[in-house]
């Protein structure tokens, strides 16, 4: 059991990731003077984006998260796709979360040149468990808060019904929108840097103020 505890917290996903019910909004014009960069529009940020390579995160306890993540954004929806991995040589894979909906760009970031604030909501989340361990958990799960069907190894499953996954930190209810910040700098595309203590972006007073180091970029198909 305290091996399974460990594998579902090594997927704890404070995310990301990603959407909003509103239609966008556009992005009010900064006064020139002020900067001379008015901020990453939605235009920018359209196509198929993906991880250079595997990413490293701290996950707030001591240990890490290692994912690689991508992402296909329109007009009007975002859809993520986070893999996770078991460890840094990413030989192992444990889970893959499927993220869609609406975003909304909100204005552009004071203090952070080039971006702006965008809110996601989802409204959409599939996870598909990558071997017999994590499906496993995800069977063990109390009933309701994890899918309604059987778990098998290597079968995506929608869990939106049921407001996510809660033995996965997967939770709809209290956090189905995340505040984030984005900036697009030529083919790559950063988000905020995440909470240091692996909480999520599930309030206004979380909003980033930083960025991420490790940017996503743009695949070739959309240059």
């Known amino acids: 059991m305290k091996k399974f505890k460990s594998l579902a917290f090594i997927i704890f996903v404070p995310f990301l990731i990603f959407s909003c019910r509103f239609a966008p909004k556009p992005i009010p014009t900064p006064n020139p003077s002020a900067s001379d960069n008015p901020?990453?529009?939605?235009?920018?940020?359209?196509?198929?984006?993906?991880?250079?390579?595997l990413e490293t995160r701290p996950d707030g306890k001591g240990g890490n998260l290692y994912l690689n993540r991508s992402f296909n954004i329109s007009a009007n929806r975002s859809i993520g796709d986070f893999t996770y991995y078991a460890d840094?040589?990413?030989?192992?894979?444990?889970l893959l979360a499927h993220f869609e909906g609406p975003f909304q760009l909100i204005s552009p970031?004071?203090?952070?040149?080039?971006a702006v604030e965008a809110d996601f909501i989802f409204d959409v989340l599939k996870l598909t468990p990558k071997n017999d361990d994590i499906t496993k958990i995800l069977n063990n799960a109390p009933k309701g808060t994890?899918?309604?069907?059987?778990?098998?190894?290597?079968?995506?499953?929608?869990?939106?019904?049921?407001?996510?996954c809660l033995v996965?930190?997967?939770d709809l209810k209290k956090c189905g929108k995340e505040y984030e910040i984005i900036k697009v700098d030529g083919t790559k595309m950063f988000f905020g840097a995440r909470p240091k203590d692996g909480s999520n972006l599930c309030s206004s007073e979380k909003r980033p103020t930083t960025l991420l180091q490790v940017a996503v970029v743009k695949q070739k198909s959309e240059l």
């Open 168 to 170: 996965m930190s997967f």
């Open 109 to 114: 970031v004071k203090d952070v040149p080039g």
């Open 88 to 94: 840094k040589d990413s030989k192992k894979e444990n």
């Open 146 to 164: 994890c899918g309604k069907e059987k778990w098998k190894t290597k079968v995506e499953q929608d869990v939106t019904a049921t407001n996510g």
């Open 39 to 53: 901020g990453t529009t939605k235009e920018m940020m359209l196509g198929d984006w993906s991880s250079e390579g």
